[in-house]
């Protein structure tokens, strides 16, 4: 360890990203030169590197984003390729999320591959980067900084050392020794290598791509003896990502385990398991990484998905897909056609009896995997599970959850109370691992699904190797208003806008659980499990249902101060159209609903028990509505 004496800089520098991030350290004492110490030979400002040479950049930095060097600390390497200026400006003039560019100025040098996977990281700044010129070894950069590392169509900025001869002859005039700038050998012509800006080409995801939806070439099965096959997700040619709730119950004898993947006639074997450390008590961290013992060839027909990184802001409205996670993903459970609320799946009759449900045939495995969906907006989707008033986070900041809305799920009949599956939303042509639901109660909606992109760091962290992609589509919408902060409403005798599955009882049924109370043109709801406490009542909500053949209608508005008496929106037409003019109506067919006959047929025990566990099982046999309401 030597002093440091004196440190120089150049007056024009401010930070990194305008250059001349160079300094001159004059040491304490001498460094006693020898065969392990010597001193690097500096270019002088008419040398001129090759576009394509390959040169190495070493340092003690991270080996890849937030993986710092392991212990003992041992001096890293890698080979990396100088891109010429044109070549680089091309790649970073291409925006990204936040419209983000960049402009290469004179002294800055790049080095790296368009495909990204390796390049110098935090930690290595200040690094050499040397080009070997007829037995020499050259200083021709400085490693200075990134976007992100090893990034695809992100190579690394270095300092070019060569325009800096005269400012390094300057300030070391009399040193003893002083600094080498030897002669170039020979000049390189300016080659073919280097793109022009106008034909440049970016490089495309290695992961991601799948021939049609629903056919997923890295979905993996993952069998252990004496359980049912665990379904997860090939992230790189080594590593599968699974739930680790398959597995921490399991005998870790890895020599039963085995790995189906697609194309693959041999299973594959397992060399090692990885549990989050979280996984056993955090929902959000049930994630396992499972070792293959051999590489997978991703040329051929396995590939891996693609990973968000810790910045990925999946859009509201991307187009997403259902894929096989965990157990009992293949299948959904049906269930009863008539009472369904129009987005879970699942009877909205409240606690009624398992029993009384009739199962339809199960679905095929795979079926599900064709259900469409779109992203809903970020605020909706936090604060509907969140707390009041808590700040939603902003794009470029991990959301706590994903909202997508299903659109073929009501001709599906599916209730996900026995199933998990992962979110897979595409961008730009590729498929990315946006988030996983495990098994989970209840048929509330939206579905929301722990996002991935907070695992990104340590997927990273173990594999290093997995195909963690920047993101493809960013078109926020005019004036960035998605970037807007904002938080979620408190409080307020308004309440909070929600969604609650509710169904609409029969007539007799109604007048029995309120007598003296339902006047001409009402009606009552029987909410779902767990949602009565949802729907603030005061501003009188609205009850939406859907209608057999799709389009949802206004049935009623909620009678001020009840949470389950609404007035019917029906015998009212003649005025609304006389009112209004251009108001559309939906014939529903069915029996009136908010005719209370056959009053005189209330059984004892259900006079005044609308809250009652009594009657519970009961309500299914009398709930006769043809809507699918909310």
Not at 489 to 501: F, I, K, L, Q, S
Request: glycine share 10%; charged share 20%.
């Amino acid at each position: 360890m030597r002093s440091v004496a004196t440190i120089l800089i150049p007056d024009n520098y401010s930070t990194v990203e305008l250059g001349a991030d160079l300094a001159l350290l004059r040491l304490a004492s001498p460094a006693k030169l020898g065969p392990s110490v010597r001193p690097v030979c500096l270019p002088r400002a008419s040398h001129l590197f090759a576009h394509g040479t390959a040169c190495w950049a070493t340092g003690w930095g991270d080996v890849q984003e937030a993986v710092p060097l392991p212990l003992p600390w041992v001096l890293q390497e890698v080979e990396l390729r100088l891109l010429g200026e044109a070549a680089c400006q091309c790649l970073y003039s291409r925006p990204g999320p936040f419209n983000l560019t960049f402009q290469l100025l004179p002294g800055m040098l790049c080095a790296g591959y368009p495909a990204g996977r390796r390049d110098t990281c935090q930690g290595d700044s200040g690094g050499p980067l040397v080009c070997e010129d007829g037995g020499r070894w050259f200083l021709a950069g400085i490693t200075s900084f990134g976007f992100g590392c090893g990034r695809r169509n992100r190579p690394g900025v270095f300092t070019a050392v060569a325009p800096y001869e005269s400012w390094i002859r300057e300030h070391v005039m009399g040193s003893e020794p002083g600094p080498v700038f030897p002669s170039q050998l020979q000049k390189p012509q300016s080659g073919p290598w280097e793109p022009r800006e106008e034909n440049c080409t970016f490089a495309q995801p290695e992961c991601g791509k799948a021939p049609r939806p629903g056919t997923w070439p890295w979905e993996a099965q993952v069998t252990v003896p004496g359980s049912t096959p665990c379904y997860g997700a090939l992230v790189s040619d080594r590593w599968v990502l699974a739930p680790a709730s398959c597995f921490l119950d399991s005998p870790h004898d890895f020599e039963t385990w085995r790995v189906l993947l697609p194309s693959r006639p041999e299973e594959e074997r397992v060399a090692r398991l990885v549990a989050h450390e979280n996984a056993s008590r955090d929902f959000a961290s049930d994630l396992a990484l499972l070792q293959l013992r051999t590489r997978v060839n991703l040329t051929a027909a396995p590939s891996a998905v693609c990973l968000p990184h810790h910045e990925h802001y999946f859009l509201p409205g991307s187009h997403c897909r259902l894929a096989r996670w965990g157990r009992g993903g293949a299948r959904g459970r049906a269930g009863p056609r008539t009472g369904w609320d129009g987005r879970s799946g699942t009877h909205a009759g409240g606690r009624i009896d398992p029993s009384l449900l009739i199962s339809l045939p199960e679905l095929a495995p795979g079926s599900s995997a064709q259900l469409e969906a779109q992203l809903l907006n970020g605020w909706w989707c936090h604060c509907l599970y969140g707390r009041q008033g808590e700040t939603v986070p902003r794009p470029g900041d991990p959301p706590h959850l994903l909202c997508p809305a299903y659109q073929e799920e009501e001709e599906a009949g599916l209730c996900w109370k026995d199933s998990s599956w992962s979110l897979l939303c595409r961008e730009e042509g590729t498929w990315f691992l946006a988030g996983y639901r495990t098994l989970s109660d209840g048929c509330l909606r939206p579905r929301a699904f722990s996002p991935m992109q907070t695992h990104g760091p340590w997927i990273r962290h173990v594999t290093q190797g997995a195909y963690l992609e920047d993101q493809l589509t960013w078109d926020w919408g005019p004036e960035g208003e998605e970037t807007e902060k904002q938080t979620c409403p408190t409080h307020t005798e308004h309440g909070v806008p929600v969604v609650a599955a509710v169904s609409i009882l029969t007539p007799r049924l109604c007048h029995c659980l309120y007598p003296g109370i339902l006047t001409p043109g009402t009606f009552c709801v029987l909410y779902s499990e767990g949602q009565e406490d949802r729907c603030e009542v005061t501003s009188a909500p609205p009850l939406l249902c859907q209608t057999e053949e799709g389009p949802w209608v206004l049935v009623g508005m909620a009678v001020r101060g009840n949470r389950e008496l609404f007035a019917a929106i029906g015998p009212e037409a003649t005025w609304i159209s006389q009112t209004v003019g251009e108001a559309h109506f939906l014939h529903l067919g069915g029996s009136s609903y908010w005719s209370p006959e056959g009053s005189d047929l209330c059984p004892q025990d259900l006079a005044g028990s609308a809250s009652s566990p009594k009657v519970t099982a009961l309500l299914l046999l009398l709930l006769l509505a043809p809507l699918i309401p909310r």
